[in-house]
């Protein structure tokens, strides 16, 4: 079967996410037969870049021997087992790392992004109506946030295209100012925009915190609103008046976790709370934490979130896994011999042991290799590389945070993503820009070579036509 062929039949036979399908008549979707490290190899043997790491899921390059000897292992034993009133080894191993690697101490599976933000918030609703308060049933969220596109997930994101057609059908939550640090008045600094955000949120807080169960964010990069990047104090703040209002912070570390803002989780990179004591002092800012360290140790996600959603990374880009992990006084309040105050939530494939496996491979991996350490090196590196797009005249908010890199396209016309990408394509870099935002999200095995192709590729797009006339 020839690329066409694959092209044809999926055309007919599918229905691709995030797609306008008509629009595949002029950027056709690209078949692809193997996978190689970051690279995807379509049925004639051509190469492509994968810049984006398969929709932010891959760490660690395609069919990566490690992960796969771990499933091939897995396969002899179990492929799934029903995880209420069962359980197995993979999953406790996996619940058992995770909570040592965040404080977070138990873990509740699901199967996909989404899927972990409705466990996330039904959790915190649940918890508030068995501590007696039914009232804070509602959530709040932050402009541009993306969440996932369940009903529940998408009324928590602020991304008019996938949300205002289904508006009828989603609950009503607030959303406050996005602390990206792009908003900058002329005089100001990320810093500063973190804390005018700050103020935005503890206003609202201050007024509606008896009838809110939880603010839910996406720690350091908005991935979806086009990789909004903002200074790590926000998490610090937005804790210190969670905790003050008794209000649950939700943290979506589905994007962000694993090593892709350069710390295994991006709430790590937070200030520890005597840090903003100065600015505490110094303005009407939110005072720190009880809960918290002190200047020079490190930050967990257990000083920050009450909830934290884990999924993309977390098998590698392997296969679909999520999970919810909590503090254990949440889930003490589930435990019950009621059984409708226990948290009765399902999905058939919670908890699958090979997604489990693959899971630990990732984790073995991350400390066999010294993932940190080595991204930091190949960031910097890049970001070097990088300058002379980041120098482009038609660059602007050139950003960068860990292993995600963006700018924004001046003077985009209309239909810039899909021609972006379309150009990309015929280069051999597979791409997909968010509106006029052009982003690399690589795989952690992104080599010399392979960082000098991409900034190539990218300076010859930018030199060229933005996009065909009248492409919409
Ligand atoms: C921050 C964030 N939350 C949730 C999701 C939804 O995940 P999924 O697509 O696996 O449902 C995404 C997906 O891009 C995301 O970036």
Redesign the pocket.
């Given at each position: 079967m020839s690329n066409l062929d694959w092209i044809q039949r999926s055309r007919a036979a599918l229905w691709h996410p995030c797609t306008q399908m008509k629009h595949l008549e002029a950027l056709p979707p690209l078949p692809i037969a193997r996978g190689e490290g970051p690279w995807l190899i379509d049925y004639t043997g051509r190469r492509y870049l994968d810049a984006i790491s398969s929709?932010?899921v891959n760490l660690f390059g395609h069919t990566e021997p490690r992960i796969n000897a771990a499933l091939v292992d897995q396969l002899e034993r179990i492929e799934h087992v029903i995880l209420a009133g069962c359980t197995h080894a993979p999953v406790v191993e996996l619940s058992e790392r995770l909570a040592a690697l965040t404080g977070l101490g138990h873990a509740f599976y699901g199967s996909?992004?989404?899927?972990?933000?409705e466990i996330a918030l039904k959790m915190s609703f649940h918890y508030w109506k068995n501590c007696g308060r039914p009232e804070k049933a509602g959530f709040v969220s932050i402009k541009n946030g993306?969440?996932?596109?369940t009903l529940g997930?998408l009324s928590v994101t602020d991304v008019a295209i996938f949300k205002d057609t289904y508006a009828p059908l989603l609950h009503v939550t607030h959303q406050v100012m996005s602390p990206d640090w792009r908003q900058a008045a002329p005089a100001e600094g990320a810093e500063d925009v973190a804390h005018r955000a700050a103020l935005e949120l503890e206003a609202y807080l201050r007024a509606h915190a008896d009838t809110t169960a939880a603010l839910i964010l996406?720690p350091l990069v908005q991935?979806?609103a086009g990789m909004a990047m903002y200074h790590p104090s926000y998490l610090r703040l937005a804790r210190a008046l969670c905790d003050r209002y008794q209000v649950h912070l939700i943290a979506?570390e589905?994007?962000?976790g694993f090593g892709r803002t350069g710390t295994l989780f991006a709430c790590e990179q937070a200030p520890p709370a005597l840090a903003l004591l100065r600015s505490a002092q110094e303005g009407d800012h939110p005072t720190p934490p009880p809960r918290g360290e002190g200047p020079g140790e490190r930050v967990r996600v257990a000083d920050i979130a009450d909830f934290v959603?884990l999924?993309?990374g977390i098998t590698g880009g392997y296969l679909?896994l999520?999970v919810v992990l909590t503090r254990d006084e949440i889930y003490a309040a589930f435990y019950d011999d009621v059984t409708a105050r226990g948290f009765l939530h399902s999905h058939s494939y919670t908890g699958n042991p090979l997604a489990c496996r693959a899971a630990l491979a990732v984790l073995d991996i991350f400390e066999q290799d010294d993932v940190l350490a080595a991204n930091r090196a190949r960031a910097s590196r890049f970001t070097q590389l990088l300058a002379p797009v980041a120098a482009h005249p038609r660059v602007r908010h050139f950003r960068h945070t860990g292993m995600i890199w963006a700018f924004d396209v001046v003077e985009a016309p209309p239909g810039f993503a899909r021609d972006f990408q379309r150009r990309a394509l015929e280069l051999g870099v597979f791409l997909r820009p968010i509106d006029e935002t052009v982003y690399f999200m690589p795989p952690y095995v992104l080599g010399e070579a392979e960082m000098e192709r991409l900034v190539e590729v990218t300076l010859k797009l930018l030199d060229g036509p933005c996009a065909p006339a009248g492409a919409i």
């Open positions: 929709w932010w996909d992004g989404a899927s972990a933000t993306y969440h996932g596109e997930a996406e991935g979806a979506d589905i994007a962000v959603c999924s993309k679909p999520s």
